[in-house]
């Protein structure tokens, strides 16, 4: 709850006056104007080095309720030095299932524990595997590293987007923030330190299953250690595992449903059980074929729910609905939009004494969208921070047609040539408070930076 009234504190627009409104949201709209780091560049690239050499926070504070659950904020919370001291104090051990993990102050931490003999265990996507260089800077020589390299196969571009640092088996960091200079320095992210044994426990579980995965598809699809990230992969299955896709040539492309394979379906469905059994006869090589009945059928067997059932079994129902005090789920085998769904339905029966903040990079579940168009006609109060460069980028405005209904709050000429391309037009000016979505411009980092928070308050 500290954390909730730190974030209510930050973004409570409807609590205060409208000129107190405009004045917390021209902190966010003026911020990359402020600092006007972008005119430059060169200076800029070499501040970043220096941060990445020496972070050396003037505040470094977790926000705690009780030693159980504690959150803290990029950049203001020196989350980068808070970070550093956690795995610095690990005594036993190290388990790490994160997108990727490449800040080079972590990295030589990372070594450093790793000659002192800690066990360390990292677990990385497939993909940010080999476009980062981590296991080309950690000694893997040592007995006492594993690491893995965890494919999604389920096509098109998905990823093991984890953020999930596991030490001594008693305090976890997850959040928004990967392990890297943008994530913990620059960003507008979010870590959180869970001391629950309650919520412990199906992490350590999701954890050890991604590395059942990870490992099987190694021994299976590639030569060498597979407790050591070896990197000569199946040219095939690299291919997919990388683009999300085989190639025409591979398949029995006259075949029903074979066609799919090769337009980024993929093999496996969200439970990460087999699309459909004929999947499998698309193959040429009869020797892929049996490898890949193989690993189907592993995956098949090790995928579970968050509550142990195998994901073959029907979807379970929301787990939320329960007594426990904080609950995790993992996607996209767990119904994660249903528990979302389902603060919203609990919202809907008193609208009009409800508020929901929302800060997010982006909005692109139709589903979603539903419920915050609902909410707000319900007459319900939502506000709602937004990454300024997503709501310009193409690949993101799925929803924003939809989402423009609630009014942008932001530059008038980046809001109405944004809108016009759509032919719609804003509720209000763009700089009125009575927009309820604004428009948050990073301009700290060099080109990714961005609003990267993923947290809704209700």
């Known amino acids: 709850m500290c954390a909730l009234r730190y974030v209510q504190n930050l973004i409570t627009?409807?609590?205060?006056?409208?000129?107190?409104?405009?004045?917390?949201?021209?902190?966010?709209?003026?911020l990359g104007r402020r600092i006007r780091y972008r005119k430059r560049m060169k200076k800029f690239k070499m501040l970043m080095l220096l941060l990445s050499l020496l972070p050396l926070p003037l505040i470094a504070n977790w926000h705690c309720q009780n030693r159980k659950y504690c959150v803290a904020f990029t950049p203001e919370d020196g989350v980068m030095d808070l970070?550093?001291?956690?795995?610095?104090?690990?005594?036993?051990?190290?388990?790490?299932?994160?997108?990727?993990?490449?800040?080079?102050?972590?990295?030589?931490?990372?070594?450093?524990?790793?000659?002192?003999?800690?066990?360390?265990?990292?677990?990385?996507?497939?993909?940010?595997?080999?476009?980062?260089?981590?296991?080309?800077?950690?000694?893997?020589?040592k007995s006492n590293v594993k690491a893995y390299r965890l494919p999604v196969l389920r096509g098109g571009n998905p990823q093991m987007h984890n953020k999930l640092m596991v030490i001594?088996?008693?305090?976890?960091?997850?959040?928004?923030?990967?392990?890297?200079?943008?994530?913990?320095?620059?960003?507008?992210?979010?870590?959180?330190?869970?001391?629950?044994?309650?919520?412990?426990?199906?992490?350590?579980?999701?954890?050890?299953?991604?590395?059942?995965?990870?490992k099987k598809t190694c021994q299976i699809f590639a030569q060498g250690d597979c407790d050591k990230a070896p990197q000569n992969y199946h040219p095939?299955?690299?291919?997919?595992?990388?683009?999300?896709?085989?190639?025409?040539?591979?398949?029995?492309?006259?075949?029903?449903?074979?066609?799919?394979?090769?337009?980024?379906?993929?093999?496996l469905n969200r439970f990460n059980q087999l699309r459909s059994d004929r999947l499998l006869n698309c193959f040429i090589d009869p020797d892929l074929k049996t490898k890949l009945q193989e690993l189907v059928a592993f995956y098949s067997k090790r995928e579970t729910f968050i509550d142990g059932r195998n994901t073959i079994e029907a979807p379970q129902t929301n787990p939320l609905?329960?007594?426990?005090?904080?609950?995790?789920?993992?996607?996209?085998?767990?119904?994660?939009?249903?528990?979302?769904?389902?603060?919203?339905?609990?919202?809907?029966?008193?609208?009009?004494?409800?508020?929901?903040?929302?800060?997010?990079?982006f909005i692109t579940n139709k589903t979603i969208v539903d419920?915050?168009?609902?909410?707000?006609?319900?007459?319900?109060?939502?506000?709602?921070?937004?990454?300024?460069?997503?709501?310009?980028?193409?690949?993101?405005?799925?929803?924003?047609?939809?989402?423009?209904?609630?009014?942008?709050?932001?530059?008038?000429?980046i809001v109405n040539e944004q809108l016009a391309k759509i032919k719609i037009e804003n509720p209000y000016p763009p700089k009125d408070p009575r927009n309820k979505i604004t428009l948050v411009k990073n301009s700290l980092p060099v080109k990714y930076g961005s609003l990267h928070h993923k947290f809704a308050v209700f």
């Open 371 to 413: 419920y915050i168009l609902k909410f707000h006609q319900a007459g319900g109060d939502i506000q709602i921070l937004f990454d300024q460069d997503r709501f310009t980028n193409k690949g993101f405005q799925f929803q924003i047609r939809r989402l423009a209904t609630l009014g942008f709050f932001g530059p008038e000429q």
């Open 168 to 214: 001594d088996n008693k305090t976890v960091l997850t959040g928004s923030a990967n392990f890297s200079s943008y994530g913990l320095l620059a960003n507008f992210e979010n870590v959180m330190k869970i001391e629950d044994s309650h919520l412990l426990k199906p992490i350590k579980a999701e954890i050890r299953e991604l590395k059942a995965l990870a």
């Open 321 to 361: 609905i329960s007594p426990l005090p904080a609950n995790v789920l993992f996607g996209p085998e767990d119904p994660i939009q249903l528990a979302i769904t389902y603060h919203f339905e609990k919202a809907l029966k008193s609208p009009l004494k409800t508020r929901i903040y929302l800060a997010t990079n």
């Open 236 to 267: 095939i299955m690299d291919h997919f595992f990388m683009k999300g896709s085989f190639k025409l040539s591979e398949l029995q492309a006259t075949q029903k449903g074979c066609k799919s394979l090769a337009n980024g379906k993929g093999l």
């Open 13 to 30: 627009f409807s609590s205060v006056s409208h000129e107190r409104a405009v004045h917390i949201r021209k902190f966010y709209f003026d």
């Open 83 to 141: 970070v550093i001291k956690e795995i610095k104090a690990a005594k036993t051990s190290l388990h790490l299932a994160v997108y990727n993990f490449k800040h080079p102050v972590l990295l030589k931490l990372i070594n450093q524990k790793i000659e002192e003999g800690l066990k360390v265990e990292i677990l990385l996507d497939y993909q940010s595997s080999f476009k980062h260089p981590t296991y080309n800077e950690i000694d893997l020589s």
